[in-house]
Nanobody
Framework: VQLVESGGGMVQAGGSLRLSCAAS????????TAWYRQVPGKHRDLVAA???????HYTDSVKGRFNISRDNVKNKLALQMNNLKPEDTAVYYC??????????WGQGTQITVST
């Protein structure tokens, strides 16, 4: 499975950005897809996930602001981020968990939210 993110950048607090992740390879082996984020010196944390047929999870800090979606025809995962805050600044990663081979990650994309 190969994952390629796009859509990162800089934005002022209160602004919006949309991340996209294009998946290729053994798509049928994927059982969950998610967005994670990581700041220097800290663990990679879950932001939002879609599991199985469409069960969605969000970390509490982004509920009501972020929206994760999946296009099964185009094999894309998106994260719409609204009302961004400086504490959302991080490198964002697209991740996929497969049935056989474990987890795969994209290369990451930087999101910087200024005050």
């Amino acid at each position: 499975v190969q994952l390629v993110e796009s859509g990162g950048g800089m934005v002022q607090a209160g602004g919006s950005l949309r991340l996209s992740c294009a998946a290729s390879g053994s798509i049928s082996s994927i059982k969950a897809t998610a967005w994670y984020r990581q700041v220097p010196g800290k663990h990679r944390d879950l932001v939002a996930a879609i599991v199985g047929d469409g069960e969605i999870h969000y970390t509490d800090s982004v509920k009501g602001r972020f929206n994760i979606s999946r296009d099964n025809v185009k094999n894309k995962l998106a994260l719409q981020m609204n009302n961004l805050k400086p504490e959302d600044t991080a490198v964002y990663y697209c991740g996929a968990r497969t049935k056989v081979d474990g987890d795969y990650w994209g290369q990451g994309t930087q999101i910087t939210v200024s005050t």
